[in-house]
């Protein structure tokens, strides 16, 4: 068992039931966030797992809390303060209209978390693992030097450190993004990424990733919408190694959406599980597209496998 630890916003999730967000009635309601998501996953997968956000006190921050100990996420380091969650509406559009995302996090409990709200030597005690991604760097400017500080803070600490970009443009441009998200995958171990980031943020090529960042694996997932029920994707997993660099590469495989929501984050969870468990560049990429295939099967914001699940459908895709 490893613990992992991991820093971002939670929020109330609203989805539309009938048609658009202008258009619904009614929203079912649950509760998400890029980092919650890939701990509960780890969770399900065996590890310890520990998380830093700010949540309210009130009931809605009492309910995340409640979500949390659900998915066995320790919230010894969580603040509770004032009265803001942050909140997301989500429409899940169709074969000719895409999904769409209203935010509602300007002025959450998590973008007034700074440095001095924390005692590091407690948050990183038995951590294996730390895990942040791009999100937690674009809502605020505490809440990005408290990202940078707790990377410090990891690195000095000799811990690993994943980092997934999650660039979301309704939260900032690219070119306002990018000195920052290049300066936090500096800090990484393990780079989870797609092409597209690649090219757009780091602005060099897979074989020039490894002479600019003393990384360990660099893993890029290309997702394709073929239409509102089907999806495809394809996955390089490059590992550097002192006898070179080490690639495998899960060729294009299309596969079945009911929810849009999650996969990413269940795919990072499962391949991280994966590569610390020492599995082989070839197996740890199946695992964690076995993870991110079957979330799309699953409603709401959360991966609920176990590793034997996940294995299963990992056989049946090589």
């Not at 590890?47 to 006190?57: E, F």
């Not at 509406?89 to 209203?102: P, Q």
């Not at 990413?264 to 076995?290: K, P, Q």
Request: glycine share 8%; hydrophobic share 40%.
């Amino acid at each position: 068992m490893n613990k992992i630890l991991a820093y971002g916003e939670i929020m109330l999730r609203l989805a539309a039931v009938d048609g658009g967000i202008a258009d619904s009635k009614t929203f079912e309601a649950c509760y998400g966030g890029t980092e919650a998501n890939v701990l509960a996953c780890m969770s399900c997968l065996g590890h310890s797992t520990k998380y830093i956000t700010a949540l309210p006190n009130t009931e809605l921050g009492q309910a995340v809390i409640n979500h949390l100990h659900c998915n066995n996420i320790d919230t010894s380091d969580v603040k509770i303060a004032g009265d803001v969650l942050g909140m997301y509406f989500v429409e899940n559009g169709t074969a000719s209209r895409g999904s769409n995302v209203l935010y509602l996090r300007k002025f959450s409990e998590f973008t007034r978390l700074n440095e001095t709200d924390f005692d590091f030597d407690r948050v990183f005690d038995g951590v294996t693992l730390f895990h942040v991604s791009g999100i937690s760097f674009a809502l605020s400017d505490s809440s990005r030097a408290l990202g940078y500080r707790l990377l410090k803070e990891a690195k000095q600490r000799g811990i690993k450190i994943s980092f997934d970009f999650n660039y979301r443009a309704k939260l900032w441009s690219v070119d306002d993004a990018r000195p920052y998200l290049v300066q936090a995958c500096s800090y990484a171990d393990i780079v989870l990424a797609s092409t597209l980031d690649l090219n757009t943020f780091l602005q060099v090529s897979e074989q020039e990733f490894f002479l600019k960042f003393d990384c360990e694996y660099l893993i890029l997932r290309d997702r394709k919408v073929l239409s509102g029920s089907e999806h495809s994707v394809m996955v390089k997993t490059l590992h550097n190694t002192s006898n070179g660099v080490k690639r495998y590469i899960f060729d294009e495989k299309t596969f079945p959406v009911t929810e849009k929501i999650g996969g990413g984050d269940a795919f990072d969870g499962c391949m991280l599980h994966a590569l610390l468990s020492g599995l082989t560049e070839r197996d740890a990429t199946v695992f964690g597209v076995a993870g991110f295939m079957l979330k799309h099967t699953q409603k709401g914001d959360t991966f609920n496998a176990s590793e034997q699940q996940v294995a299963l459908l990992a056989k049946q895709l090589v």
